[in-house]
């Protein structure tokens, strides 16, 4: 069962598309399962997000949690949206089903996947930020913090 929260951004998710001449983007999968995440980060010269948008491929709680990451890492300094968790998306959607869990981690490394490619066209590390896997079930071997 889903949360009102996870069924309104599934229905009308936010932050949805691209953003032109992106400062960061990230795309990240799950071969399991098939989902896709593409997440698109518009950060200014001090470092803030100004803008995050995205394209997911699977089911309704991928879509949920992508639409919900943007919504948290918005007007966040890229150190702060570092810390942006998968438990920290599930809570902002009052949960999620156990065999959901991976959407969130999805987002999660959607994220720092976008953060790693700003990092990179700009010459400079991010404290903490390590380089991303592009498919998440890799990361999936090693616990999973559930909500």
Known sequence: MYSEKVMDHFNNPRNVG????PSGVGTVGNAKCGDIMRMYLDIDENGVIKEAKFKTFGCGAAVATSSMA????????VTEALEVTNKAVMEALDGLPPVKV???LLAEE??????????????IE????EKPVTDIGEKEEAPVEEY
């Not at 790693?116 to 700009?122: G, M, P």
Request: negative net charge; proline residues 0%; aromatic residues 6%.
């Open 18 to 21: 691209e953003i032109e001449n």
């Open 70 to 77: 943007t919504e948290l890492v918005a007007g966040k300094t």
């Open 126 to 129: 991010i404290e903490g930020l």
């Open 110 to 123: 959607a994220i720092h996947a976008a953060l790693w490619d700003y990092a990179v066209k700009n010459g």
């Open 102 to 104: 991976h959407c969130s």
